[in-house]
């Protein structure tokens, strides 16, 4: 079997782990291939290093290096190499890079500067997190050097920040307008993105941002008529629960395109080609025009490797249960 998952940062690769445990530790579903297509937008450039979080966080937490209490960034990290950027007055210094999560960023940016492209980058830190060996394919969404931007208006006219500086500087507190990832529209699919989709038995949409992480995925030229011809049942997880995302700031995101922070509008993003949406008992209410929608049996929320996997198994079962 070949499963399809769009995935974003800490959401979408705390996710993938959990759906990998159900599948390893299932019997008949060990061997099924698991391809992930992340979300790229996050990208930044500091100190003249390409820095890719998503990405990131998906190789940490799929391959055992994550910091689990932040969701993000290298364990037992230390900040020596931060220390001397400041002490030199290198800017930015809002963004925290630890040394061992620079040694990532180095070897991107010199594999880049060799004509490397992202797809093999990634490929190759994959393969030092041991992602083949777990049949884990990780795939940028495309390999286009993309940047969602924020356009923010303090009071002094509109101006456009990174969305790294929206999001870590200023913690999604200043209102953004909208969100616009330059060059995106011309951007192409990474090689094997649209076929992972389009030859999926099973497409999953984890509980990742709507906005800038899937929604960002989906702006990609050809995913969207790819899941929305994809002959595999395509299942979400809703990010929200009563309301409220987990962790983030996707309520901030919603607010921003103006769509309300609940789980049936979240769903109602992706109602052109969504087959089932999996939520949580506090919105049992919900209803979706076209998808299905089921309650899952406890609280959506990814505690723990366990109580993930018995998501992801869920959103299995839905999607056996649904015709694409
Ligand atoms: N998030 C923060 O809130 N503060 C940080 O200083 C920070 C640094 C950072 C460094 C590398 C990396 O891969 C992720 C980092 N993040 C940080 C998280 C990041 O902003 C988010 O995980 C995603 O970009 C949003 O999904």
């Known amino acids: 079997m070949r499963i399809t998952a769009l995935a974003g940062g800490v959401g979408g690769a705390r996710f993938v782990r959990g759906l990998r445990h159900h599948l390893d530790t299932t019997p008949g579903l060990e061997d099924t291939e698991v391809t992930v297509v992340a979300n790229t937008g996050d990208d930044i450039t500091l100190f003249g290093l390409r820095v890719s979080p998503d990405v990131d966080t998906l190789l940490y937490t799929l391959g055992g290096g994550i910091d689990e209490a932040q969701g993000w960034g290298r364990a037992d990290e230390s900040h020596r190499v931060q220390s001397e950027l400041a002490a030199y007055g290198a800017q930015p210094q809002w963004f925290a890079l630890g040394d061992r999560d620079f ?57 456009a920040i990174h969305f790294q500086e929206w999001w870590v500087r200023h ?36 509980p990742s941002n709507p906005v800038v992480s899937i929604g960002i995925v989906l702006g990609v030229p050809g995913v969207r008529d790819a899941l929305r011809g994809t002959t595999a049942p395509v299942v979400g997880v809703s990010p929200l629960i009563s309301g409220r995302p987990v962790r983030g700031h996707a309520d901030a995101c919603l607010e921003a395109i103006g769509v309300p922070a609940t789980a049936a509008a979240v769903g109602g993003l992706y ?24 309650v899952f049996d406890g609280p959506l929320l990814m505690s723990d490797v366990d109580a993930t996997a018995r998501i992801a198994a869920h959103a299995l079962r839905l999607a056996s249960s649904v015709t694409a």
């Open 103 to 159: 040694g990532t960023h180095v070897v991107r940016s010199q594999w880049l500067g060799q004509g490397l492209s992202l797809s093999e980058v990634t490929a190759r830190l994959a393969a030092r997190w041991g992602l083949p060996e777990q049949r884990i394919t990780l795939l940028p969404m495309t390999d286009t050097p993309v940047e969602t931007h924020v356009v923010v208006d303090e009071g002094d006219g509109e101006r």
């Open 171 to 206: 913690q999604a507190s200043v209102p953004a307008r909208r969100f616009v990832v330059a060059g995106l529209d011309r951007a192409a699919a990474a090689p094997g993105v649209l076929d992972a989709i389009r030859q999926a038995d099973v497409v999953l949409l984890p």
């Open 271 to 294: 109602e052109d080609f969504l087959d089932a949406w999996l939520v949580d008992p506090a919105d049992a209410g919900t209803t979706l025009a076209r998808a299905r929608v089921e």
